[in-house]
């Protein structure tokens, strides 16, 4: 089993960029796993922000950011990134590093089985 922990969260003006981090730790290689960010505010449910397989070079991304935010792996050390650019206020949320043991990037948060404990982050309008 992987643990994860994100980083990177933080208050920025809108338009501004953040990249979160999300490190990997324990015994399972990282590398097997299918890696994601998904996102919550109060007024929502947890939703798929964007997705990264384990190669990366397969991505998704929910509509809401294509174009804005980037995810990006490091095997190497364990790190899944998502840089964002062109935040909005409606990106307000807690951010969450999720890992899936599937093959293939699935929106669907069921099939993530580990998760970190989230990173806030607030854009301001």
């Known amino acids: 089993q992987v643990q994860l922990a994100e980083s990177g969260g933080g208050l920025v003006q809108a338009g501004g960029s953040l990249r979160l981090s999300c490190v990997g730790t324990?015994?399972?290689?990282?590398?097997?796993?299918?890696m994601a960010w998904f996102r919550q505010s109060p007024a929502k449910e947890r939703e798929f922000v964007a997705g990264i397989n384990w190669s990366g070079e397969s991505t998704a991304y929910a509509d809401s950011v294509k174009g804005r935010f980037t995810i990006s792996r490091d095997n190497d050390n364990n790190m899944v990134y998502l840089q964002m650019n062109s935040l909005e206020p409606e990106d307000t949320a807690v951010y969450f590093c999720a890992a899936s043991p599937r093959l293939s990037v699935t929106m669907d948060e069921k099939s993530y089985s580990t998760w970190g404990q989230g990173t806030q982050v607030t854009v301001s309008s």
């Open positions: 324990g015994r399972r290689s990282f590398s097997v796993h299918i």
